[in-house]
């Protein structure tokens, strides 16, 4: 069983619309979430970073974490064509940082 | 100025030979990783060092060595390199065990 898991995709989404990207995680017991942004050909980033239920905000990002489902997500606002990338999704337990297997993300004009 | 460099970011070799990578951090973290990323794209962590002591070490075989001079620096040396191996190698630091990475630009490894 994947300790973490997402649709790998790709999602598609227009320009300037909402893109959801979802994540599911198998350990009750993780305390941190992380979304990192990949562009091909580079090293992951981090965008955006939970560590308690609800919704944080940040610019067009917002991370949602519900610890009771183990689900978190990542709606990005007003898609941009630089939005395109693989976005993972990341959990501490065990001491120990597990990545997804990531959600590639397609914007079109 | 970089914040964690890798050297070299390409390496093309024959099976069976031995080949290093270095990583050098100046955040000021105390935390350092080695993580693989294969064809399929699934980043997977090796190795973690806190403060040059070993905290996170995978199930990787025994070919793959780790060694922290330091706390800056984390440098892995793969020995009887096999076509498997081959993938990108990305270093990272943090502050703690936070799980806020910084990574550099990646070792892309080639086994021929």
């Known amino acids: 069983q994947k300790e973490v898991e997402q649709n790998s995709g790709p999602l598609s989404v227009p320009e300037g619309a909402i893109a959801s990207l979802n994540c599911t995680y198998s350990d009750r017991v993780s305390q941190s979430f992380f979304w990192y942004r990949q562009y091909s050909g580079k090293s992951p980033e981090l965008i955006m970073s939970?560590?308690?239920?609800g919704d944080k905000e940040d610019g067009r990002f917002t991370a949602q974490l519900n610890k009771a489902s183990q689900y978190v997500s990542l709606l990005i606002r007003d898609s941009q064509p630089s939005d395109s990338a693989t976005y993972l999704c990341?959990?501490?337990?065990?001491?120990?940082?597990?990545f997804g297997t990531g959600t590639r993300l397609q914007v079109t004009l | 100025d970089t914040a964690v460099s890798q050297t070299p970011k390409y390496l093309v070799t024959q099976m069976g030979n031995d080949k290093s990578i270095k990583c050098e951090q100046n955040?000021?973290?105390?935390?350092m990783y080695w993580y693989k990323q294969d064809s399929k794209k699934f980043l997977k962590i090796m190795f973690s060092y806190n403060n040059k002591e070993l905290i996170i070490n995978e199930t990787v075989p025994n070919r793959f060595s780790p060694k922290s001079p330091d706390k800056a620096h984390l440098n892995l040396h793969i020995n009887s390199l096999e076509l498997g191996d081959s993938a990108v190698y990305f270093c990272?630091?943090?502050?703690?065990?936070?799980?806020?990475?910084?990574f550099g630009e990646g070792s892309r490894l080639t086994v021929l």
């Open positions: 939970i560590y308690s239920n």
């Open positions: 990341a959990v501490t337990g065990e001491s120990k940082l597990t």
């Open positions: 955040l000021g973290h105390d935390t």
């Open positions: 990272a630091s943090s502050r703690g065990r936070s799980g806020e990475l910084f």
